[in-house]
């Protein structure tokens, strides 16, 4: 059981890796099924299976133009996601009992049982039950919105594997939620002001963040270090 329960209307930093470190994405074409069960999985009818929605849309569907019905009621909202290749982060909100619980027990098993199959392999992917954290602590949230967003900066990722990194940075960026619940995607534009001013702030916070560990500070246009900011992010 969990320390703290998941209560509908909140929001939960939420995360997991591949076990003993793993990678568990290994080209693209994983990266972009493990997008399409998180936009099926957060609603909760069940989709039956990741082939039979897709069989139901039109031929090579792009998760981008997945249509879902507007009557089809949410387990979660997700409202930040990084993709790494061998770990992720979201943030999400919890909309109905047991949401986040059920979103993730079909997420994880689903593309778990897909990798499995995929690569000829048997057992765990991922290490154990995924981790959560109350995201509305007094002054956490805000600087974990950059951290998720981020998350690729704050880790020296291979360029050889930059490809397999997915963020909700583009969705913010352009405006165009399709994975991100729009409604919570435009309320968190409107809190930091916009998407030019949560960059900035946000940059700043990956620095830190980085500094923190020991690490070469990414390049950054007229930021200034906040030396008294302090985080504990040590989750993957």
Known sequence: M???????????????RGVDKRDIFIEEKDVERFLLCMK???????VGSVELALREQEPNVDVRR?????NDRRLVSIVEYCIN?????????????????EFMKRLQ????????DKNKRSGSLLQGKFKSVYAEKEGYFEKLFAY???NYKVHDIPKDKLHLVRSSEKEYESNNFYIINPLEGNKFLDWFGGYKNFTK??????????????????????????ASASFDFNDD
Do not use: C
């Not at 969990?2 to 997991?16: A, D, E, L, M, V």
């Not at 099926?40 to 069940?46: G, H, V």
């Not at 997945?66 to 507007?70: P, R, T, V």
């Not at 620095?207 to 906040?226: E, P, T, W, Y």
């Open 2 to 16: 969990r320390k703290h329960p998941f209560i509908n209307g909140s929001y939960y930093h939420i995360y997991n």
């Open 40 to 46: 099926l999985f957060s609603y909760k009818d069940p």
């Open 66 to 70: 997945l249509q879902i019905s507007k």
């Open 85 to 101: 290749p061998n770990h992720f982060h979201f943030i999400l909100k919890q909309e109905i009992d047991r949401g986040i619980s």
């Open 109 to 116: 098993g689903g593309y778990t049982r897909y990798f499995n």
């Open 148 to 150: 998720v967003m981020w």
């Open 201 to 226: 702030h946000g940059k700043k916070i990956i620095n830190i963040i980085r500094a923190s560990r020991g690490k070469k500070l990414v390049k950054i246009d007229d930021s200034k270090k906040d």
